[in-house]
């Protein structure tokens, strides 16, 4: 059994640690706020970009995974997130005489400035201009250099319960095909996730960096008619990306997110072992579409609707 800490345990970070749980080890959830944190994760109420909070962490650690995100789209709160968190959490670490074995880092593929549909993999590039991908390069480059075993994990975008903006914007009628060239999209579910961060923090011999998404890079054009057809929606219409505003400090950063297009390999994921569940956002979303529609209608809802 281990002791593993998870650092910023939101949604991805509580579904890795109730598998954790599940399969006998001892796992703390660190959190700002511990509402909503489920039973079997030890809750540790601590700010990461607080060192004060960070003086009494659990002792003696087998691993810890650090799966903060920002609060916001701004670059003081990547800045805090990505930088700051990481950094107090290592001092925290080595003031505490801990000795973990390996630490992990939930990353990013935004950390790529490729955007005219190029192939990527681990070994391609990280030079994304943007603040996101800059401060987000930061922290890897951090737990890298902290003379610990570290694993820096780059996920795609993420879906799953909760997360399903794609399908919400398909069935309201607001879902727009880019125009022009195709536009690459990189998925990954959230179950996938927690799967692919207890796959690699057990893995006997892991390679410092991976690239976690999964087997089925696509134009969004693609996915949004995919889910329009099953749905039983029409078509998406077919639009440019939004002008930008003068003087807004971060929509220019906005839109190169818009804007990426490539297409990532997981061919070093998959050639460690791992299988996902959902191979193609095909897969995932339909599980998605699946659930919703064995689900009963909240009755609150109607009632207000009524």
Sequence with gaps: MARILIAGCGDVGTTL???LHAAGHEVWGLKRSLHGLPPGLQPLAADLA???TLTVLPPALDYLVYSAAAAGFSEALYQAAYVAGVRNLLDA????GQHPKRLLL???TSVYAQHRGEWVDEDSPAVAESFSGRCIRAGEQLLWDSGWPAVVVRFGGIYGPGRTRLIDSVRDGTATCPAGA?????RIHRDDCAQVLEHLLLLPDPAPLYLAVDDDPAPLAEVLSW???QLGMPEPSVGACPALKPGSKNRPDR???QRA????RNARLRGSGFQFHYPSYRDGYAALLRAAAASPPDQNAVSAKS
């Design 261 to 264: 297009s490539k297409r990532c």
């Design 227 to 229: 889910l329009a057809i």
């Design 17 to 19: 640690g109730l598998r």
């Design 106 to 108: 939930t990353s990013s």
């Design 93 to 96: 670490l080595r003031q505490g």
């Design 182 to 186: 195709p536009v690459f999209t990189n």
């Design 255 to 257: 839109a190169l997110r």
């Design 50 to 52: 607080d060192p004060a």
